[in-house]
């Protein structure tokens, strides 16, 4: 069967965008993929719309954003997987060129965050949660969920609040780098200690952001897309899982199952081990998340996340490098965005046009996307070659 | 026996921007409509739009409305959401702007017998100092002042 | 590529269920339809749960879901597309399937709207509508909008209020016929007309209900379903579209344009043309949608939809039986369900066991699932034969 | 100048039926805890589940717990939803009940720096009448009387 590229990509700022409505955010991202790719709204077959949604007006949001981006009368649908939403739209995406229904289909993530106040963010957030069992009688945040999965962590293998310290100031670094992030301020471990406790031993700069942003990617089936561009990144690999949504109901909670099994599945598809992977976008919404994706997804093994990072092996220039835009925690977490938004910067990477942040000769690349506390996991694997 | 429930509240306050068309929030408070009308393809848009959907444009220029409109459908809404519980029933109403996009709005001031396809409107500026709440609505057209809100025919 | 066949159905009782929580409720769906295609949760390889949401506590349910009925840790993803979430859920399940990542895909929808009061029920679908600048300036209803469009067909066409009200005589006595009905009650002519105003021209009778329900079908690759079952049923046609969410932005309001798009989509993907199909499942949500849908889906000509009734021909023994299961108006509309209700309805048609509903040799069978007021539309055609 | 902005506000109260598990309510107005336990696969449910997602049986006993855990994992919230504003900051803990399954609850009664991962706890019914609140938490495992919900160590 024929193979499925992207062919085109957008990325909006992302930060507090009080200046705009979420449909004029999504119009930037898609106006700018369509740009990208050359084509025009009518070349589109199908539009998958990522949106958690509750912080913004529509409950049906995905009509809305067609409308006003001119993309009707083109079949579309929402999805949804709490924070692994936009790669599950990347993935529906995918199925549909795939499945030969279309040649080309549109992914769509956006979120507008600051249209309620912290606690409402807050509260909208931690019902991703178990609502019935966890978030009505506890009160659990998604700070919370990976506090309490931190706290594991660091008690079987000896994690330090430093190391979780030093993901941040990495990706604070990379952030500081990226025009399109939502903070550019390179931070210090001493400084990400010492910030105030959100849910210990969670801290303000172990935290990702509340944001708004959108992002868009045109896929295309392997001839349109030979057309279309001379630098398709070409979708090799893709895998999802799924994990209790009560926590307790998890044998351990120091690892993401659903993490585990959905890159199993992409590397399986592709050929390719963690050994092979240039550059990854990993879902770091919290420090400790990355530092155990670093485990789950195989870059190293079981419990030394800590010391890889400690090793400075996720820089340019180690041996992964990861969120090398400033991932979750610096360019920000538009929930329904942000997996879109990975998948645009692992094609900048591996066309070779992320200017200071550039992985030198990355060919192959993987963008990790979690949904709530490992309730959904999406992995997908990109190429320079097919 | 009283069967067990779980209850749960969920409060949403939230605030939409408005920043790409301020001006048509002014001119609500002026008294005056406005649409935006695109500089490249020349298309009208009213709920004004600050891009295109039809070019891609965001050279929007702003035009006022004469407000003239010929009926197209309308409805009388007896069972209304919770957070108009207090307003039912209410008329709304869908008519073509002389300009030419169709515009929803309440339809104030006629009784329900005296409506007819085609009838000539005017969709006027509304606004409720006291509530701070701007819109707009249809009344019957007619040759006299309404700047009140007030069709006196 | 290989063709793609429900093996699977099952369908809950529709109405008020205050007897379960979302979770249970689903899960009586998905357990009837392993049970009958007699698979296991292991044998599923991906889920697509269809939810609107807000009516009940999670704010993203697909994880509750697929846990209480140990679908862990199959891939799995929420859809919405309004009222046709359900369709749009049986569309991405044929994706994934067609697509070869896997050869098993479940569809769920469920909906569990009397967790609230009827205002917040109306409040929360009025705002599928556009929020911005339909709902919060005007409060919008559904029942108002269809109002609208009823009105302006009856302006153009002559419709009458006694032709809206044989739409609900004939689909009350079939929901009077279907156990898992939610209204089991036949009502005349007369009833219908003399019954309460709820958005003028709209009585009651013209409106379907507020509803708590769950389905789920079961798709598999042509290899699978043969091993599964003998009587496969295939999905032979799909198409998709969207119009406007603005209902001022559509040149003419007594049509749903995504409906015309949607089915040339699928007639033409199948060959099949209107007068061949023998049983149709169309978007009552009001009785003059049921008309306009028998004109958009070319079953009669433009503005006769009210003709078509009048003679009767949509009962069973007519020209083209259509909702012979009661309909959303007397079946029951919950909406996340609802276009996998109406999947298991065709399936059991197809398959013979459709009881003193069946519509005899039917051999075609089409469903037409509508989103918000025409703003998303997925037409779907099943075969017998492959 | 102020940007505009319209205001909106969704309220939603609802009501969540808890028919198939009622005796576990039951249960904590009297001060027990009660789990499920599957007639077929054997398999513990707490929270308790009226279905068993492993082998799909309906036919569910009830087992009153012990209550004995062991703390495995914590966190201190700081930063509390809407809706907790007025309780923050609680200890939310994960422990496994001697019964088998792992339990989400609040930890009270406890000082931070007093915590363990495999301290033994308790996990206890609480229940606020004024409030008609019934609900459960852990607190630290003792001998004496722990009805009132204080651990006296
Ligand atoms: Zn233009
Ligand atoms: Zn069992």
Redesign the pocket.
């Known amino acids: 069967m024929g193979k499925v590229a992207v062919v085109g990509i957008g990325h909006t700022k992302f930060g507090k965008r009080s200046d705009v409505t979420i449909r004029e955010l999504a119009f930037e991202a898609i106006k700018e993929a369509l740009e990208d790719s050359g084509l025009t709204p009518s070349d589109v077959g199908f539009a998958v719309v990522a949106n958690y949604g509750g912080f913004s007006e529509d409950m049906c949001p995905a009509p809305y954003i067609l409308e006003y981006a001119g993309l009707n009368p083109k079949g579309a649908m929402r999805v949804e997987a709490a924070c692994a939403s936009g790669s599950a739209a990347v993935h529906a995406a995918y199925w549909s060129v795939r499945s030969g229904l279309t040649d080309i289909a549109l992914a769509i993530g956006v979120e507008k965050m600051f249209q309620v106040d912290t606690p409402t963010a807050v509260e909208l957030l931690g019902r991703a949660g178990d609502v019935l069992w966890e978030f009505i009688p506890f009160g659990t945040t998604f700070p919370g969920y990976y506090a309490l999965i931190a706290t594991d962590h660091m008690n079987k293998y000896g994690t330090t609040e430093e190391q979780l310290a030093m993901v941040a100031v990495k990706n604070h670094k990379y952030g500081a780098m990226n025009p399109l992030a939502q903070l550019h301020r390179e931070i210090t471990v001493e400084e990400a200690i010492n910030s105030r406790v959100i849910a210990w031993p969670l801290k303000l700069y172990d935290c990702c952001l509340i944001s708004d942003g959108a992002a868009a990617v045109m896929l295309a089936s392997e001839d349109k897309a030979k057309k279309i561009t001379d630098t398709p990144v070409w979708i090799r690999g893709l895998g999802s899982a799924t994990d209790t949504g009560y926590l307790g109901r998890r044998k351990d909670i120091s690892t993401l199952q659903a993490t585990v099994l959905a890159s199993k599945q992409a590397y399986k598809m592709t050929g390719i081990e963690p050994k092979d992977v240039d550059v990854a976008e990993v879902h770091d919404c919290f420090t400790i998340a990355e530092i155990i994706a670093y485990e789950d997804l195989g870059f190293c093994k079981k419990g030394e996340g800590g010391k890889l990072i400690e090793e400075g092996q996720t820089y340019i220039g180690g041996k992964i490098p990861v969120n090398v835009d400033g991932g979750l925690k610096s360019k920000g977490h538009p929930i329904g965005a942000s997996g879109v938004a990975m998948t645009a910067e692992i094609v900048k990477q591996l066309r070779g046009e992320a200017g200071k942040r550039q992985v030198p000769k990355a060919e192959v690349g993987l963008v990790h996307n979690v949904g709530a506390a490992g309730q959904f996991c999406y992995v997908t694997i990109y190429g320079r070659e097919g | 026996m009283e069967q067990p429930t779980i209850k749960n509240t969920l409060n949403i306050d939230m605030e939409i921007p408005q920043t790409r068309i301020a001006k048509f929030w002014e001119g609500l408070k002026q008294g005056k409509l406005f649409a935006t009308k ?1 500089t ?2 020349g ?1 009208t848009y009213f709920p004004p739009t600050a891009d ?1 959907p ?2 891609y ?1 965001s050279n929007m220029n702003w035009i006022e409305l004469t407000g003239d409109a010929e009926l197209i459908t309308w409805t009388i809404v007896h069972v209304s959401p919770k957070s108009f519980s207090q307003h039912s029933p209410y008329i709304i109403a869908i008519a073509k702007l002389k300009e030419g996009p169709n515009v929803m709005a309440w339809f104030t001031g006629i009784k329900p017998e005296d409506i007819k396809a085609g009838m000539k409107l005017k969709l006027v500026p509304k606004y409720i100092p006291e509530k701070e709440k701007l819109s707009y609505e249809f009344i019957q057209s007619c040759n006299i002042n309404f700047r009140d809100g007030v069709c006196r025919l």
Do not use: L, M, N, V
């Open positions: 695109c490249k393809c298309e295109c039809r070019c444009s």
